[in-house]
C-alpha cells in the first residue's frame, strides 16, 4: 500500500489520473496536450511517461497498444484496499 500512496503523491500523477477519469483510453500525446492545456503542465513527453510507468506499477493504470498507438485506462481497483482498511465498517460494534 505505502507504494500506491507514494505513486498518488505527486500532483501530476493525480492529475493523469482525472484526465483518465475523465476520459479514459488516451495515448501519451493526447495526454500532454490536455495536461498542458488543463492543468499547465510544461511536463516534457519523457516526464510524463515515467509518470505513467509509475501510475501502471502500482496498478492504477492499464495500457493497450494498437499499431503503433499505445492506450492508457483508469484501473481504481487498486484503491479498493484504501476503502478497505479506512472506509468500509468492519461492523456494528465499530465505534463512530
Known sequence: MADLFEALSAPAR???LD???ERDGQTLFELCTRLAMKHDLALT???ISQHLDVLESVG???T?????YKYHFLNTSPLQAIVDRWLTPKGKDEVS
Open 45 to 47: 513527453r519523457q516526464a
Open 60 to 62: 492504477l493504470l492499464t
Open 19 to 21: 484526465e483518465l477519469r
Open 64 to 68: 493497450k497498444r494498437e499499431s503503433r
Open 14 to 16: 493525480r492529475a493523469i
